[in-house]
């Protein structure tokens, strides 16, 4: 399997470089160069697999030469021992039409445990093969989190051997569970930095880093958002998952996404390319809902951002959403390069007819305000007894009001524990939710972070200061 950069300018490379490298060198995304494909029966016999089988199933093309089959089923083993729940990712019903997919069952309770779990074994086991052959000795690892893929990572990677990483949180943005699941691993490869500004702040500095030539010349910087290929690929299993138990391949189904970055549901897309009947994925927003004015009106322009109960999805650039536009778009790596300078320079586009038409097929979207979000809080209580956390209540919302035809069932994808945001929980059911006993006693451990202004110069010195160069 062969991946190829969004903006056609960069090297053409295996999982395992891609794996690596996070962003491409263009600036662009890399994307397999075409989309394997399972016929009905290859997915009818994925029925019933344990979860970590299955996972090795779908991935395995494309991981293509990077791993044996062996070798995958191994690291999808350990990746996902470590959940609580022994169907790692369970469906539950709560109405005859609506489904809740708990992605929540990893060690930092949210759905991100799914990918990072795993993308922590691929880099090691990347590092280790790659030292050997000459090829990069460790990784500095940067990455910007508006919560919930700080804590995932850090757990992944805290204590690794040739790894470092470096995590940069907007400073008062996250919540208290959130900021103390990073700034209490201890580990001497672990550095949080609490930065002034927003989430997109953040990242637009960590997308600097990554194009700053000075800093890669010295070090192997990687990623760990879902600019990483490898996060999106293990996404692309709970689909797989999900529908399976609802009847697939016979049998069409909905999901409802909560959506921040494009990562979640753009595996989603993925898992529809490769065959599983997804009848169509509902993009679900708060009010920072550029990807929901892209979808239904095609214009794709950034507002600031407003910090809201749900800040994993208080986000208005959309990293993942080129990934779409390209793939949409007739996969026109020069156009689109063309288009995304465009964006960057006004901070706006318009999509074209090919895209709009193309992500029309299958997406769907829906805003969530303040209020809707509570509601579906409280619906969650009241007709199904079960406490929503604010992401998970958008996705209900969207997936409760997207027309979406009675005889087709509709998963939302729970992607946080309830008691990661046990304040707006409370607010809406007067039920707090608590913690489950796996995270133990995360607010009497000692925190560690640095507090750096919104500057650029600033983080770049205090990355390259700490961080390993190539030997
Ligand atoms: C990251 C996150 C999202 C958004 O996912 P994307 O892949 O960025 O779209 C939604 N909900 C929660 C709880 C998250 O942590």
């Known amino acids: 399997m062969e991946y190829i950069s969004t903006r056609g300018n960069a ?12 962003l491409a060198s263009d600036g662009g995304l890399y994307v397999p160069r075409e989309w394997p494909r399972f ?12 979860y970590a089988e299955l996972a090795a199933k779908v991935m395995a093309p494309f991981v293509g030469e990077s791993l044996s089959y062996e070798r995958l089923l191994e690291l999808t083993t350990a990746a996902y021992g470590r959940f609580s729940h022994a169907a790692v990712t369970p469906l539950k019903q709560l109405d005859e039409q609506q489904w809740l997919l708990e992605l929540f069952h990893g060690p930092t309770l949210a759905f991100k445990d799914v990918a990072l779990q795993l993308l922590g074994l691929l ?25 919930d893929t700080g804590s995932a990572a850090i757990d992944a990677v805290a204590g690794r051997a ?7 949180h907007p400073k008062g943005r996250v919540s208290d569970v959130q900021r ?62 999900a529908a399976l138990q609802l009847g697939a391949p016979h049998r069409e189904v909905a999901f409802s996404v909560p959506t921040g970055n494009f990562g979640d549901v753009f595996a989603g897309y993925v898992a529809a390319q490769m065959g599983l009947p ?49 793939d949409v778009g007739g996969r ?27 992500a029309a097929a299958l997406f769907v979207s829906a805003r969530a305000d303040a209020d809707e979000m509570a ?26 009001n997207a027309g979406i035809d009675a005889s087709t069932p509709v998963v939302t994808l729970a992607t946080a524990h309830p008691a990661k945001f046990p304040d707006a929980v409370e607010r809406s059911t007067g039920h707090r939710p608590g913690l489950p006993e796996r995270v133990g006693d995360l607010f009497e451990r000692e925190e560690r972070y640095a507090e750096l202004p919104g500057d650029y110069d600033a983080v770049c010195a205090y990355v390259t200061q700490r961080a390993t160069a190539k030997a």
């Open 162 to 168: 040739k790894v470092d990483i470096f995590m940069l």
């Open 39 to 50: 016929s009905k029966d290859e997915i009818a016999a994925l029925a019933g697999l344990p």
């Open 278 to 326: 997804i009848a169509r994925l509902i993009v679900a927003t708060n009010v920072n809902d550029i990807l929901h004015r892209a979808l239904s009106t095609g214009d794709y322009s950034a507002g600031t951002v407003t910090p809201t109960a749900a800040p994993s999805m208080d986000i208005q650039v959309s990293s993942n959403f080129e990934r779409l536009l390209f």
């Open 180 to 241: 103390r699941q990073m700034t209490t691993v201890l580990a001497p490869n672990v550095y949080n930095i609490a930065i002034e500004g927003s989430f997109d702040d953040a990242q637009a500095m960590v997308k600097r880093i990554f194009n700053d030539k000075a800093v890669t010349d010295r070090f192997n910087i990687g990623a760990v958002n879902s600019i990483n290929w490898a996060r999106l690929m293990a996404q692309v299993v709970y689909y797989f998952a």
């Open 11 to 22: 090297p053409v490379l295996d999982f395992e470089g891609a794996t690596l490298a996070g």
């Open 375 to 400: 509601q579906a809080i409280r619906w969650g209580w009241e007709a199904a007894g079960e406490l929503l956390d604010p992401h998970t209540a958008i996705g209900i919302h969207a997936a409760r």
């Open 123 to 147: 880099f090691e086991e990347f590092l280790g093969r790659e030292s050997k052959n000459g090829g990069p000795q460790n990784l500095t690892i940067v990455g910007a989190t508006s919560g």
């Open 332 to 358: 026109d790596g020069v156009a689109l390069a063309e288009q995304m300078a465009g964006f960057e320079a006004n901070k706006a586009m318009t999509l074209t007819n090919a895209q709009r038409e193309g």
